[in-house]
């Protein structure tokens, strides 16, 4: 069968070469050149910037001469040297990266793209011979250069992520993915790192300050708590999401946490944010930013689950008033987002008493399936991701993989297949704390990070200066508690930013939205001074 398809298109492209034969010169010439025309104008549309540079050097050659080509060449040289002296930053922010663009495009892969797509194998067989992947567009990273690359009729994107070792290999570069593209079949991203970034300690993000009109940026739905392989932040989506950590000890699960916390500190202040830790260890990861807390729990496990059922009752009375009013939730200082962390959650649900165990597990079951929609989210760590520790590991919405024991943890994290996939959480060092794996809702392939970390000076500061405060619009369970003793040395204390002492009140059952006094404060003024019928002056009844 093979060999009668090619017997066909040999036959087809010999019976065409015999009809042009066969025509007359008088109508060659003018075909062959409508056909250059055409294909010089397709060229031009395509590449419509080189077109203006090689039409402005033409022109300027044509009408002034020699020394008017090099006036029109030389003007840019020195105006951008000039720019590059005067005003470097700018010069870095606004011209390099289009001059690196270029010289990747045109030099560093645009001579050597189709000599490595032949030697890779990645060639499709047509009757005008080999047609290869192209490149439509580059765009130049901090540690890595991405190719939009159009896909051939006869290739799959999935060709060339079986292609990615040797890619890697003939770039040159640390490592290559390649990820399909949302919304446009039959064009890729192909990615080449050159420098590994995250080897060094990421620095703690900067905490969002106002704007101009006063308001400070926090976005829910991309918090960013460190930094990508490629160097561009790695944010996380908090908004009706649920976050799983999970790592071996001493992994960095506590940079991602403060990491998180850092970010929504002006959020937490206002009271736009409620933030609930549980810290099975004894506080001895959270209570370091204790007035941060809204509600705090480290010292039994009793205790512990009762605040996981508070805050799913409390959830459940936000859910009755939401109830046929909003589909999507938007926090609000009405309806604050609430964020509930377990450092560790195999405490609560494989270490504790059977009946601990069993209401953890429903506490937990009731916010992780029903909080994303009314503004709960739990963000969870774990050391052994199992399905007898983490029973309800799947309804965890987004999940990171930090550095883990064995390779088949990591398909337990992040899903089947995709430690196959490049997540090789499992040969993370423990010298490399914060660095793991994670997965995007827009890519098939996990991405490595790092989280930035926060040391325990910045985390003292940030307490003391964004403890929630007490307003007209947050109920009484937004007042912090007293800072531990021992989180600053004597002396070293800010008295100013250090919020007073007082006392924690647990949540309570909402009462209807409308509720109001059934008798007036007038008559109920009056009804007190009335004598009581035993003769007594009526104060105690009242």
């Excluded at 010069?91 to 030099?107: D, E, G, M, S, Y």
């Excluded at 905490?207 to 990508?228: F, H, K, Y």
């Excluded at 799913?312 to 200082?333: I, Q, W, Y």
């Amino acid at each position: 069968m093979a060999k009668r398809v090619v017997a066909t298109q040999v036959y087809r492209e010999s019976m065409g070469q015999r009809l042009w034969d066969a025509m007359p010169l008088v109508v060659q010439i003018p075909v062959a050149v409508g056909v250059g025309v055409y294909r010089v104008i397709k060229l031009a549309v395509q590449h419509p910037r080189t077109t203006g540079v090689v039409a402005t050097l033409g022109t300027a050659g044509l009408v002034g001469g020699r020394w008017a080509l090099a006036g029109v060449v030389l003007a840019p040289i020195v105006a951008g040297a000039v720019f590059r002296i005067c005003w470097p930053a700018s010069f870095k922010q606004r011209v390099t990266p289009h001059i690196l663009r270029w010289q990747r495009r045109w030099i560093r892969y645009g001579r050597r793209w189709d000599r490595w797509m032949t030697r890779c194998k990645l060639t499709v067989r047509d009757h005008d011979g080999e047609v290869i992947p192209s490149i439509r567009k580059v765009q130049v990273l901090p540690a890595a250069d991405r190719l939009l690359v159009d896909v051939p009729v006869g290739m799959t994107v999935d060709t060339l992520r079986g292609k990615t070792g040797e890619l890697a290999n003939a770039a040159r570069a640390l490592a290559c993915r390649v990820w399909e593209v949302p919304g446009s079949p039959g064009e890729a991203w192909v990615e080449f790192q050159h420098t590994d970034i995250l080897t060094s300690t990421v620095a703690a993000l900067p905490i969002p300050q106002a704007d101009e009109s006063g308001m400070v940026p926090v976005d829910l739905a991309a918090v960013p708590v460190g930094m990508r392989e490629d160097g561009t932040a790695w944010v996380i989506p908090l908004l009706a999401r649920h976050v799983l950590v999970a790592g071996r000890s001493r992994s960095g699960k506590g940079s991602l946490i403060w990491s998180v916390l850092r970010y929504l500190a002006p959020a937490i202040r206002a009271g736009l944010v409620k933030v609930t830790g549980i810290d099975p260890k004894g506080g001895m990861e959270l209570s370091i930013g204790r007035p941060l807390f809204t509600r705090y729990e480290a010292d039994r496990a009793e205790a512990m689950v009762e605040l996981l059922e508070a805050e799913a009752d409390h959830m459940d009375c936000v859910a009755l008033e939401l109830a046929g009013n909003v589909r999507k939730f938007t926090p609000s200082m009405t309806h604050p987002l609430h964020l509930v962390i377990v450092d560790e959650l195999a405490t609560l649900t494989a270490y504790a008493p059977m009946d601990v165990r069993r209401r953890a597990e429903y506490a937990l079951g009731r916010l992780l399936t029903k909080g994303a929609a009314v503004g709960w989210v739990v963000l969870g760590c774990v050391q052994e991701p199992s399905k007898d520790i983490i029973p309800m590991r799947g309804l965890f919405t987004y999940r990171i993989a930090l550095g883990l024991d064995t390779p088949s943890q990591v398909d337990m994290v992040l899903g089947d297949g995709m430690r196959d996939l490049g997540a090789l959480a499992d040969q993370i060092p423990l010298t490399a704390p914060g660095m793991g794996y994670a997965l995007s809702e827009f890519e098939k392939n996990p991405f490595r990070v790092r989280a930035a970390y926060v040391d325990d000076d910045q985390i003292r500061d940030m307490a003391a200066e964004y403890a929630p405060i007490t307003t007209d619009a947050n109920d009484v369970e937004d007042i912090p508690a007293a800072p531990m003793a021992g989180n600053r040395n004597e002396g070293q204390a800010d008295e100013a930013k250090r919020p007073e002492p007082v006392e924690v009140v647990d949540l309570e059952e909402c009462p209807p939205a409308d509720a109001t006094p059934v008798v007036p404060d007038s008559l109920l003024a009056k009804l007190r001074n009335l004598p009581a019928a035993d003769g007594s002056d009526g104060s105690e009844a009242a």
